[in-house]
């Protein structure tokens, strides 16, 4: 799987957009772009995931440039209950070859 | 609906004595992972099963580290003897094969301390 990297702490203010980049500039045609973000205490908890189209969930919005090469998380308006580490993920949907591979993530806190 | 249960929450042991953590995935999905996660690193997969037969223990310390699912439903981990090292939380999580991968749903993990 192709390895990403992300920068390792952001601050947003509350009611915010938080934007958060990735950069995956060895991606693979056939590599999907995963968000999972972890709260404090808590397991990795599945965000959004897009190929190449930008996707938008109730939680997020997921915007892939047109190289593939990177691409942003949003957070619309930010809440305090959205400070958390968030992991940007590449990965082939692989039946034979499920796993997730992180990376230290983005420390994202939202300010008052 | 019940999300991937794990227990014990928290568990604190000596050096050189056994444990064990236990996971209860959601109801359905016959894929199921462990992962171990230091403090201040992303989690790292130590052994996938597809129901009752692990595919995939490539990262397990086999030394010391052994796994089980029996009946492919619930799934237990064992250290035998804990290392000061193995300090570190151990998350579960499982997912289900279908056309739209929704993701893996996670447990809360056991944060095991060993003194």
């Known amino acids: 799987d192709a390895k990403t990297t992300q920068p390792p702490s952001m601050d947003c203010a509350e009611g915010r957009a938080a934007n958060l980049p990735c950069n995956h500039s060895t991606i693979s045609g056939n590599e999907y772009v995963y968000w999972y973000r972890q709260i404090h205490s808590q397991g990795p908890q599945y965000i959004i995931h897009?190929?190449?189209n930008n996707e938008t969930n109730e939680m997020a919005s997921l915007i892939i440039t047109e190289d593939r090469k990177s691409s942003t998380l949003i957070l619309p308006h930010a809440t305090l209950r959205d400070t958390a580490v968030y992991y940007c993920i590449v990965r082939v949907i692989n039946f034979g070859n499920e796993k997730l591979t992180f990376g230290t993530g983005t420390r994202l806190t939202i300010i008052p | 609906e019940a999300g991937v249960v794990q227990s014990p929450r928290y568990k604190i042991i000596e050096k050189k004595q056994p444990v064990a953590f236990w996971c209860n995935p959601i109801?359905?999905?016959?894929?199921l992972y462990w992962y171990r996660q230091n403090l201040g690193q992303g989690p790292e997969l130590l052994i996938r099963y597809e129901n009752e037969e692990a595919v995939d223990d490539s990262q397990l310390p086999k030394d010391r580290f052994s796994a089980e699912r029996l009946k492919g439903v619930d799934s237990t981990l064992k250290i035998q003897p804990a290392e000061l090292g193995d300090s570190a939380v151990y998350l579960c999580?499982?997912?289900?094969?279908?056309?739209?991968?929704?993701?893996?749903?996670f447990g809360s993990g056991t944060r095991l301390t060993v003194v």
């Open positions: 897009g190929l190449k």
């Open positions: 999580a499982s997912s289900t094969r279908t056309g739209a991968d929704y993701g893996y749903t």
């Open positions: 109801s359905g999905h016959n894929t």
